[in-house]
């Protein structure tokens, strides 16, 4: 069989100029052990007695349902790897994941100092409002068959995710914003894309090379310069005012863009860290500062307590972020952006308005047992003025009370400036930063890209603001971007 077969394709060669197959030239025994390796990898018999871990393997290349051959790095010894997103779509991947930070910086620009919620309420009402946004898409986009391809499994890791990044990651990184300042932040977020590296290598089983390790330091070197100037150049122009310095994250968001969330909505009216009934808030700080300065050792100790809790928020906000950024990467093959969106940003509206739920009504009971437990103790000195012990069974607002979602007083048009950013920062970044996810074939290159926002925060500010642009910033963004 096998020499009839020869033979046609010599003259099929002949046709064509050819004086023979190059495997015509093999003896016969080579030739034989070719043909039957060609034909046993096409039979499906043979294919099904594929070993466990190979099976394995190729269904770790392909995706989690095998419908996906997507590209991995591996590792490389030298500089030939910085040539590996070469093809269309990683192309198209890391320009998505570049410019999903210019998104978070505009609609941080237009909705700027135009907040004055808490932090928490502002968390919800951007994933609400985001997840309406996604449920119209995923509509338009897949019909009838939205959602089809997402199976318990993605969907419940993907929740997974939500949680992690979404829920515990923002929060503590608002936190720690609001106890470090921008600058100790920046520095904790610039480990973010090598933590990536390391649970790509581990869970994804992602490799990189020296080349693309040395560009991502490169270009995160970039982004600190930048991002330590412009947070300079704001403190020195709010110290000139006579103001307490405000500052920016590496997504260009300023700590005056949210109210610091004291838990000071949780007190009575007549209570002195509460904003209302003609009793400011600054002006209860002040006297809250006054008094603690009787006693500089207890003051000294919490402000060491709350500086350490800052750092361990911040670095729980790397690791989670990353986290739920892998789940993501290794549950949503299958999803679109908008299905991922919906899912993980629905999941984490539903939760925080749990917990602003559980803040309005659980949270003063709490408060008050605890101090009647501290007012049975011997040793209790109460200190604090009458509006305590009158409010010693609500430490909050009343059962059954209205302020359960406790939205800022803004005119109509301060809404819709705010919804204007809502819908660049929490509904085109994300849609399109999961588009360039599963585009960018390394989970570490996709951090390091979405980490350039300050680089975009200097034209923004140069043509909405009037601010002035460094030569010392200038060179960090050039040296981020070549």
């Excluded at 099976?55 to 500089?79: C, M, N, Q, Y």
């Excluded at 910085?82 to 991947?93: F, K, P």
């Excluded at 068959?145 to 923002?170: E, Y």
Aim: aromatic share 8%; glycine share 10%.
């Amino acid at each position: 069989r096998h020499s009839h077969k020869r033979a046609r394709v010599r003259r099929m060669y002949a046709r064509v100029g050819v004086g023979a197959h190059p495997h015509a030239f093999l003896p016969s025994s080579s030739r034989d052990r070719l043909a039957r390796r060609s034909s046993a990898s096409r039979h499906p018999r043979v294919a099904a007695r594929v070993a466990p871990s190979r099976r394995h393997a190729l269904r770790r290349r392909r995706g989690h349902d095998g419908s996906e051959d997507r590209r991995r790095f591996v590792p490389a010894s030298g500089l030939g790897d910085a040539l590996m997103v070469s093809s269309q779509t990683e192309a198209i991947g890391v320009t998505a994941a570049a410019f999903t930070p210019l998104l978070g910086a505009l609609g941080l620009f237009i909705w700027n100092k135009i907040w004055t919620g808490d932090a928490y309420t502002l968390n919800l009402v951007k994933c609400s409002v985001g997840s309406l946004g996604f449920v119209f898409m995923g509509l338009c986009t897949r019909g009838a068959t939205w959602l089809s391809g997402a199976d318990d499994v993605a969907v419940f890791w993907l929740i997974v995710s939500s949680f992690v990044g979404i829920v515990i990651g923002d929060n503590l990184w608002l936190h720690s914003l609001s106890v470090l300042g921008a600058r100790r932040v920046i520095l904790i977020d610039i480990l973010k894309p090598f933590i990536a590296l390391i649970f790509a290598n581990l869970l994804l089983f992602e490799g990189i090379g020296y080349a693309t390790v040395l560009g991502m330091c490169i270009t995160l070197a970039g982004v600190v310069t930048v991002a330590l100037e412009r947070e300079g150049d704001a403190k020195e122009r709010m110290d000139g005012r006579g103001e307490s310095p405000g500052g920016e994250s590496p997504g260009t968001v300023e700590l005056s863009d949210v109210a610091a969330d004291d838990g000071s909505e949780l007190l009575p009216a007549d209570s002195p860290r509460s904003g209302r009934d003609g009793v400011t808030a600054v002006t209860a700080v002040t006297a809250v500062t006054t008094a603690s300065t009787t006693e500089p050792g207890a003051s000294s100790a919490l402000s060491d307590s709350r500086m350490r809790w800052g750092y361990v928020a911040a670095a729980l906000n790397v690791a989670f972020d990353t986290w739920g950024t892998v789940l993501t990467k290794a549950h949503g093959v299958g999803l679109n952006t908008w299905e991922i969106n919906v899912v993980r940003f629905g999941f984490a509206a539903l939760a925080l308005a749990l917990g602003a739920i559980f803040r309005a009504y659980a949270q003063p009971r709490i408060h008050a047992t605890m101090r009647r437990r501290r007012e049975d103790e011997p040793d209790f000195d109460d200190v604090e003025d009458v509006g305590w012990r009158r409010a010693r069974g609500w430490h909050g607002v009343k059962p059954g009370g209205s302020n359960a979602f406790r939205l800022p007083n803004l005119t109509r048009s301060q809404w819709g400036q705010v919804l204007m950013g809502i819908m660049f920062t929490t509904f085109l970044a994300p849609g399109l930063g999961n588009f360039a996810l599963f585009k960018v074939p390394s989970l570490a290159v996709f951090s390091t890209l979405m980490c350039v926002g300050p680089i975009y925060a200097l034209p923004l500010g140069y043509v909405i603001k009037g601010e002035e642009v460094s030569a010392r910033a200038v060179g960090g963004s050039v040296l981020a971007v070549v």
